[in-house]
């Protein structure tokens, strides 16, 4: 698979991408502040007990997300997605300066290509081309970043890295570098909300033409956040999500559900309403009535949550990001009512 370098057009061989890529913008498996890899991450126990994980030049507090066997991700209810890539602060002068001779040393990419990109960063005569090591202390080398499950666009944060004084904000041209809103948008893609299982009554198999009752445990959903910093420069954001509805899709069109719209909006904290003996003849705030049996099988019942997401940060910065979803099929018996002939 040939790739082509920016500004340069070459056309480049399978076995040189990776030595490329490292030399220039930080590929995926390129440590950066504290030893930490892009998707990997050094775990780290604070004194309160929180737990907290560096990736890709962030730091993910996760003490207060969405835990167990069942929690999944959030899918934008529109077509807005997480940033694919990012840039943050990855070396400070010395450290790229280790980090870049030893490759340019190796030769893998090419005589010209390593002298290109000394000329960057190196040069006797001026002191900032040697790695800025003037500014120690007074700033950070950027450089980009990529989402561990390599989504679309991952590769599109292809710029060399670029050298941000302490207290200044990255450049405005460069798209997806690090600050509070960006922040909260990767915190989005760490929310992990609990799995979504409604409880049916009746629990067993339920009865053609007989209201089902269905609701969440309210226990289980409460809000959940992740909150995304960059220590180094001093910038946060926490993403909260909590949960706002319930959809039901019954499996089969002949059903009806309870609203008519099948989307139950939480009521005082919780989803829908559990069934109590006395309700047999009221019909449910959130549920389904099936019109037919399933015969031998069953209907797959769609339950799908939405939560609304917001974000705080540092600098009083914060507002609405997407609503997320995520759902849950369950199978549903659905059985005739036997009569009895005397």
Not at 101 to 120: F, L, V, Y
Request: charged share 20%.
């Amino acid at each position: 698979m040939p790739a082509v370098i920016k500004g340069k057009h070459l056309l480049i061989s399978v076995g040189l991408v990776t030595a490329i890529l490292a030399a220039t913008t930080p590929a995926y498996a390129e440590t950066g502040f504290g030893g930490s890899t892009n998707g990997g991450g050094d775990a780290n126990l604070s004194d309160d007990g929180t737990l907290s994980v560096s990736a890709g030049g962030v730091r993910f507090d996760y003490s207060k997300n969405g835990k167990g066997g069942k929690v999944g991700a959030l899918t934008s209810s529109t077509s807005w997605s997480p940033p694919p890539c990012w840039y943050a602060p990855k070396y400070s002068p010395e450290e790229l300066q280790a980090y870049l001779e030893p490759i340019w040393e190796a030769g893998s990419t090419g005589h010209e290509w390593d002298n290109e990109q000394r000329k960057k960063y190196t040069n006797p005569d001026d002191p900032e081309k040697d790695f800025n090591k003037h500014k120690s202390g007074k700033g950070y080398w950027w450089g980009s970043y990529v989402d561990k499950s390599f989504p679309p666009g991952w590769d599109s944060c292809t710029r060399d890295y670029f050298w941000v004084d302490q207290g200044d904000p990255p450049p405005a041209d460069v798209e997806n570098a690090v600050t509070p809103e960006v922040l909260a948008e990767l915190a989005y893609s760490e929310i992990r909300v609990p799995g979504t299982e409604v409880t049916l009554a009746p629990a067993q198999a339920t009865k053609v033409n007989l209201p089902t009752w269905s609701w969440l445990d309210g226990a289980e959903f409460q809000p959940v956040s992740v909150t995304a910093s960059v220590p180094e420069i001093g910038i946060y954001a926490t993403a909260t999500a909590e949960p706002v509805a319930l959809k039901i899709q019954p499996g089969t069109p002949d059903a009806e559900t309870y609203p008519a719209s099948g989307v139950c909006e939480i009521d005082n904290g919780r989803i829908g309403e559990p069934y109590a003996k006395g309700k047999a003849n009221r019909t449910p705030p959130c549920g389904v009535k099936y019109l037919r049996s399933s015969g031998d099988g069953t209907f797959p019942l769609q339950a799908t949550v939405t939560w609304e997401v917001r974000w705080t940060g540092s600098g009083g910065a914060g507002e609405r990001l997407p609503d997320g979803e995520f759902g849950a099929t369950q199978d549903v018996v659905v059985q005739e009512i036997q009569s009895v002939n005397r």
